[in-house]
């Protein structure tokens, strides 16, 4: 797999990275094993993905845990927090990326959505992981290449760089598998700029 610098529509990735949250340390050593998840009021995402030491990915797991919306949101919540930390002691991640600016229809499912963000930053935080942050358009560059892509090329890619038989059915974990590459990427990228520095 070839690292190239990624970022924001021609954005350089060294600004792409500073113009998201980041709360974990930039160590790249691998193997390294990534969680990605996409939140969602009624599903939410997730891909496990792992950067062996000869460059190339590899798809560990990946899925969407599907929520009812008849539960009410604290319980909702609880099993979202619940269901990732078994993923999470499943396979043992070295850390877990989520996406950091959502878009929702109005104030009130952008409440629910943060909600559901806060149950797997608890999930992750809980087995002592540390979260890193990423804006739709870096996600969506470091997959696909550009930041304005749309959801199947991002399926298609997803599929391409983990040479899975066929897209993930899930959207959600399609995009979730997304997250993870990038921040395999992203911290490839920067700690050769590092190294470079020295």
Do not use: W
């Not at 460059?55 to 990732?84: E, H, M, T, V, Y």
């Not at 877990?96 to 929702?104: G, N, Q, R």
């Not at 911290?187 to 470079?196: C, E, M, P």
């Amino acid at each position: 797999m070839n690292h190239r610098e990624v970022g924001v529509d021609g954005m350089p990735v060294a600004e792409c990275r500073n113009a998201i949250a980041i709360s974990h340390p930039l160590q790249y050593t691998p193997p390294m094993r990534v969680l990605g998840i996409d939140c969602g009021t009624e599903f939410t995402g997730y891909g496990v993905v792992e950067l062996l030491a000869n460059g190339s990915l590899q798809c560990c797991d990946f899925g969407a845990i599907k929520l009812s919306p008849r539960d009410p949101l604290p319980q909702r919540l609880s099993s979202i927090c619940a269901r990732l930390g078994e993923i999470i002691q499943q396979h043992q991640p070295d850390h877990v990326a989520i996406e950091d600016v959502f878009y929702a229809v109005n104030v009130k499912s952008a409440l629910k959505l943060g909600q559901v963000r806060g149950a797997a930053m608890v999930a992750a935080s809980s087995a002592g992981l540390q979260v890193a942050e990423y804006a739709p358009l870096c996600i969506k560059s470091a997959v696909v290449g550009y930041g304005r892509a749309e959801k199947h090329q991002v399926q298609q890619m997803v599929t391409r760089l983990l040479n899975l038989d066929a897209p993930p059915d899930s959207p959600d974990a399609a995009d979730a598998l997304a997250i993870a590459i990038c921040d395999l990427h992203t911290s490839a990228t920067l700690q050769k700029h590092r190294a470079a520095g020295q």
